[in-house]
């Protein structure tokens, strides 16, 4: 059986405040489960952020405003 994380105690820490698990778990929790884990957490932060960003005043859909000039380039003749 493996023994514990290698990681810092401020590592540890700040891990365990972020994932919502006690620190002893998370000394002894499996690094498979441990990278799943921060894998959750990456894409929840991304998707929070990505909606965060387009709710803003004055935002626009900024794929299709890159999408428009492409598509008017391909609509007029050579």
């Given amino acids: 059986m493996a023994g514990p994380l290698q990681i810092s105690p401020d590592t540890a ?3 365990s405040k972020q994932l919502g698990v ?3 778990h998370l000394m002894h929790m499996p690094r498979h489960i441990l990278l799943q884990k ?3 957490l990456a894409a929840t932060e991304q998707a929070a952020g990505a909606s965060a960003a ?3 005043p004055g935002s626009t859909d900024s794929s299709a405003s890159k999408e428009a000039p ?3 380039d391909q609509d007029e003749p050579s």
């Fill in 22 to 24: 006690p620190l002893e």
């Fill in 70 to 72: 492409r598509q008017s």
């Fill in 13 to 15: 820490i700040k891990l």
């Fill in 54 to 56: 387009g709710d803003g």
């Fill in 38 to 40: 921060l894998a959750e």
